[in-house]
């Protein structure tokens, strides 16, 4: 089979690593890929909707993997399958679960899923008039997509009153013009990504990310500085609560409405003190719970995102995780998530050990050496028999990485680290 990965990230590299190594994977493109992915790249942006079906078409490609969550909103998927082409990802209705929170939050009431109370609004006075109403801390949330930025979790009513006025003032163009104010939840929050042919969900081993910059979950928010699979705190109870509660209602609600999901279905979920809640849906897979979940997935993927793709199958086919635990520490540019340095020379050693891999995010090959070409460079990956061993074969592989002024966390699957090499970490 030919296929057709779209994306750039490290949750890209992950997805080229797994499926290059299945059988039924005769050749492996990547639009527009990294360093990381630089024998399969071709140079279509991953929003070309337009370059990306006439490659798909041309070329005959079997499979078209989409990762992230932009091109689902613009259509890519219904483009592609106008031109009966295979594509693993939701078209642009079903893809308003992650394209519109206010949608997402209809479609939840509408599911019974256990979430935050909230309201949507258009209008700044009503959305503050309710702010002061309520009186307890609440989140501002953009309604569109703003690049995982969009959502800010206030204290005070005076915070949140700033909040709606940045928000729907345009600090996200018009992404912001509607909003949805939410009660505020505490409590972990963990990431659990099912495969879904619009009929079944099948589960992934849950993830949870790291979303702030610094250690002990301080400063700003970021696209995710690490995970850890699963997390010590999930149980197989809590999954099957979740499947029943969220993900399975979900699924009934979108063919009710004529949008059978089919695809990743992402849902954020936030452990309370009063049970499981879901904070959000994505429509893809998560970066960087994927480079985790790749290093734990013993099955071939291949098989089922094409379950997933023909919308049917997924029921029995094989999805075998490995007994194991898997740590991703991303390795960011110094600056991130603020203004950073690029063309950073990187010194990757010349292979990992079968346990391990280093994902390549922002990253590009030139004349033979990678320079760092983003903000989150690389994801550091590896599994052992437990998160420890995990976490201690991702930080060894750290220190064998030569990228000055390189910026990661130290405590990525729970335990503060300190010692060698503190400089490169700018620290709280
Ligand atoms: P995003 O992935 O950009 O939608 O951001 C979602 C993040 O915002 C979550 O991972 C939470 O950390 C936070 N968040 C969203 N909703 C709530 C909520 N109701 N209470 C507390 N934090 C929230
Ligand atoms: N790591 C969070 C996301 O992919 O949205």
């Not at 613009?74 to 939701?90: I, K, Q, S």
């Not at 801390?137 to 995982?148: C, H, R």
């Not at 997933?308 to 898997?326: D, I, K, N, S, Y």
Request: glycine residues 12%.
């Amino acid at each position: 089979m030919k296929i057709l990965i779209v994306g750039a990230g490290g949750r890209e590299h992950a997805l080229a690593w797994k499926i290059a190594t299945s059988p039924l994977c005769r050749r492996l493109y990547v639009a527009p890929g990294n360093g990381g992915t630089a024998e399969w790249n071709i140079p279509v942006a991953a929003n070309d909707i337009a370059g990306l079906t006439e490659f798909a078409r041309r070329e005959k490609v079997d499979l078209t993997v989409v990762g992230p969550e932009e091109p689902l909103t613009l259509g890519l998927a219904d483009a592609l399958r106008a031109e009966n082409l295979t594509v693993f990802g939701p078209g642009r209705e079903a893809a308003r679960l992650e394209g519109s929170k206010a949608f997402a939050k209809e479609v939840m009431a509408k599911a019974g899923a256990p979430t935050a109370a909230s309201r949507v609004f258009t209008e700044q006075a009503a959305a503050c008039a309710y702010i002061e109403k309520t009186g307890t801390p609440v989140v501002v949330k953009a309604d569109g997509l703003a690049a995982g930025k969009g959502v800010i979790v206030t204290r005070t009513a005076a915070e949140a009153k700033q909040a709606v006025h940045d928000v729907m003032g345009g600090a996200f163009g018009r992404a912001g013009e509607r909003i949805v104010v939410e009660e505020r939840l505490t409590g972990p929050e963990v990431s659990l990504l099912c495969f879904c042919d619009g009929e079944t969900a099948r589960p992934m081993t849950a993830v949870q990310d790291h979303k702030r910059i610094f250690d002990g979950d301080a400063g700003p928010n970021t696209g995710g500085m690490g995970v850890c699979a699963p997390p010590s705190f999930w149980t197989p109870a809590l999954e099957a609560e979740a499947m029943e509660r969220v993900v399975t209602p979900t699924l009934r609600e979108m063919r009710r409405r004529g949008a059978p999901f089919t695809g990743v279905l992402f849902v954020g979920l936030m452990l309370t003190d009063a049970g499981l809640r879901v904070l959000e849906y994505n429509v893809r897979f998560g970066d960087p719970e994927t480079q985790a979940l790749m290093m734990l997935l013993q099955s071939d993927l291949v098989p089922l995102l094409l379950a997933c793709a023909r919308g049917g199958g997924l029921e029995t086919a094989r999805v075998e995780w490995r007994p194991e635990a898997a740590v991703c520490v991303v390795m960011a540019a110094p600056g991130y998530p603020g203004p950073y340095a690029k063309d950073i020379p990187l010194a990757l050693p010349q292979a990992t050990p079968e346990y391990a891999a280093i994902f390549h995010a922002g990253t590009a090959l030139r004349d033979g050496a990678y320079l760092s070409a983003g903000g989150r460079v690389l994801g550091v990956t590896a599994r052992g028999a437990d998160l420890t061993a995990a976490r201690a074969r991702a930080y060894a592989l750290t220190e064998k990485i030569g990228f000055p002024g390189a910026r990661f966390r130290r405590d990525i699957a729970g335990v503060e680290r300190s010692g060698s090499g503190d400089e490169k970490n700018t620290g709280r």
